[in-house]
């Protein structure tokens, strides 16, 4: 890995970061943008090193990096590169949250490195920044694709203090889905829990989406288009719980299922078990709540696609092909059409998207 000094960075004032990104900043897509309560709008996006730094990149402008702009309500933006993109790895998939409690930004992208792309979080609370890789179930596989939502929840945490013996507390849950292009092609899920103030890191593990509803074994691509299979899709549950529900291709069964998936709120120790961190308030409930078709509707050539998973469980796809957004619910015959809707000036993306998520709340 060939790292790119930093000290070039440190040497430009916020300002001229952020008026040279804003100069060419692309625009970036609802999952790379994130609005707290404060009113602070955090995007991420990609750029060049010589976009964030002007002049001073050198031979380096050309560098790809990842770029988080912080625009407060009513005030300037300042503009960062995220940690640990300042070099010759590529980055890519990114999407972003925001942990009101101890005011984190959470960044999700994959990062390729010569046979191997990982799934990397990365964190930045109190000007500091930290990153978590997610464990693949291989050495050699490629993480693509990945989607990151931030969700709250109450659990009994038996180990209070005296008298109190037992309280129930707050903590938030940012789970992470992702395909997994390796030995077996899969879906994965993992999830981050920030209790008491702090990331958990000794609880983060990564499962198999496939062994979480109980249908695993081979996997086969043939005859399938990778946007047909490796675009995972979740968000937050109808159920003010803490719960979020994910659509994802399980190529054990040819099967699209739709998983919910939470989280139990009490203790309950295993033989030989110690600490709060070997307690099952950590393990994933998953539980099928839909079953439809694979996404086999979607062309080959699709580059922007996705999911809205409904009420019901059924999963709504939805892909663009030129100017059009095709639509199709997983529900339908495998041979049926797509509905058809036209993207213009004055109806973008984002607003054909809240049409396909109101259609998708009546299922």
Do not use: C
């Amino acid at each position: 890995m060939r790292e790119i000094s930093a000290r070039r960075l440190r040497s430009v004032p916020a300002l001229a970061l952020g008026a040279a990104l804003l100069v060419a900043a692309p625009a970036v897509s609802a999952a790379s943008a994130v609005l707290s309560k404060a009113g602070t709008l955090y995007e991420v996006y990609p750029a060049t090193y010589g976009q964030v730094v002007g002049e001073a990149a050198g031979p380096d402008a050309d560098v790809p990096v990842l770029a988080l702009r912080t625009t407060p309500s009513g005030g300037a933006p300042v503009v960062q590169i995220v940690d640990g993109t300042l070099d010759s790895d590529v980055e890519g998939s990114e999407s972003i949250e925001f942990e009101e409690e101890t005011q984190t930004v959470f960044l999700v992208f994959t990062k390729e490195q010569s046979l191997f792309r990982g799934v990397i979080v990365t964190l930045l609370r109190d000007g500091q920044w930290s990153a978590q890789l997610l464990l693949p179930t291989t050495g050699f596989t490629l993480a693509m694709n990945p989607q990151m939502v931030l969700t709250r929840q109450t659990y009994i945490d038996t180990f209070a203090p005296a008298p109190e013996g037992a309280v129930e507390k707050w903590r938030s849950i940012v789970s992470v889905v992702w395909w997994e292009e390796g030995p077996l092609s899969q879906a994965k899920y993992s999830a981050l829990f920030i209790e008491d103030g702090a990331l958990n890191r000794d609880a983060i593990q990564s499962y198999s989406l496939n062994d979480l509803v109980g249908v695993s074994g081979p996997t086969s691509t043939a005859g399938l288009s990778p946007a047909s299979y490796s675009y995972p899709a979740i968000q937050r549950g109808f159920a003010v719980d803490g719960s979020v529900l994910v659509s994802f291709s399980n190529l054990a069964s040819q099967r699209q299922t739709v998983v919910s998936i939470s989280f139990p709120i009490t203790l309950d120790a295993g033989p030989g078990m110690t600490g709060p961190i070997a307690y099952s308030r950590h393990r994933p409930i998953a539980r099928t709540v839909g079953d439809g078709q694979l996404g086999g509707g979607r062309p080959g050539t699709a580059r922007v696609v996705g999911t809205v998973i409904s009420p019901s469980g059924t999963s709504i796809y939805w892909w663009i092909e030129g100017a059009t957004m095709k639509i199709l619910p997983a529900s339908l015959p495998a041979d049926a059409a797509p509905l058809s809707i036209s993207i213009r000036p004055d109806f973008p993306v984002e607003k054909a998207l809240d049409v396909v998520r109101e259609m998708a709340e009546k299922e």
